[in-house]
């Protein structure tokens, strides 16, 4: 039996490999942003040498290596067994021959069984995708049940307060994020819905090709407070960025200038 998704299935279960059918290179890649990206989350989640990491929605598995790289324990998982084998390719590409993260297909509602973890990450977009409320905090609670206790969590989730009245356009010509294509991507805030969506559109070959639109919920950090709490953790602390960069350092949220909220939470 095939294990393609359907035709009607949710944005979130077409759109990833949509973008991998075209170019896994769409998916992300192991890059200087995600090594800054890394080290930021290992003083975020006070991760010690060979800490164990579960990468929740891990995509084309950026994250995830670079962890692996730095010498922790990674699991990784994805609800598209396609996707995992982009992540599996790119850490054999990268590191022949040796082990690497463990990849695990599944629903982040229902997170597979794996030893428990000290630290869960939730990055590039991997939460917010449900219409639902309370798949949120199905998605929290499970998380927490495959943390030790103590285990600390990280969000990072568009900051409303910057997205709303911010629409946003850019092109990324050939080679800027996927060899002999051009990507356009459009993003504008639903205010109705409270969702920032985005839009890519790819020409390759003289084809155009516009995969599902991604739809993420933006939640205010005291809406991202409350549901933390409610999934049992104990503490919760709200970052922001600087524009769009990574921070060094955790910073205070600014309403306006940053784009990004990075959630930490402890059991």
Known sequence: MSSAPLADSPWWALRYEAL????????????????AEVVFLEGLLELGPEGRVLDVGCGGGRHAISFAERGHSVTGVDLSPRILRVA??????????????VWMPGDMRWL????????????DGAFGLFDDPADHLKVLSSAAEHLRPGGKLVIQAPNPYHWAGRPRAQHLPPGALAEGMDVIRTSRFDADEGRVEERIVCFKAGKRHEPPTQSLRAFTPPELVE???????????????????????????????????????SL
Not at 20 to 35: F, S
Not at 88 to 101: A, C, F, H, V
Not at 112 to 123: G, I, Q, R
Request: charge should be negative.
């Open 20 to 35: 991998a059918a075209l170019d896994p290179a769409l998916l992300g890649v192991v890059d200087d942003r995600t090594e």
């Open 88 to 101: 599996r390719d790119q850490w054999d590409e990268r590191n022949p021959g040796l082990k690497g993260p």
């Open 112 to 123: 597979p069984s794996c030893e428990p973890v000290d630290a869960a990450v939730f990055l």
């Open 227 to 265: 549901m933390l709490l409610a999934a049992g953790f104990t503490t919760v602390d709200v970052y922001g960025s600087e524009g769009w960069a990574v921070p060094e350092e955790p910073m205070p949220v600014h309403a306006t200038d940053s784009v990004w909220l990075w959630v930490c939470a």
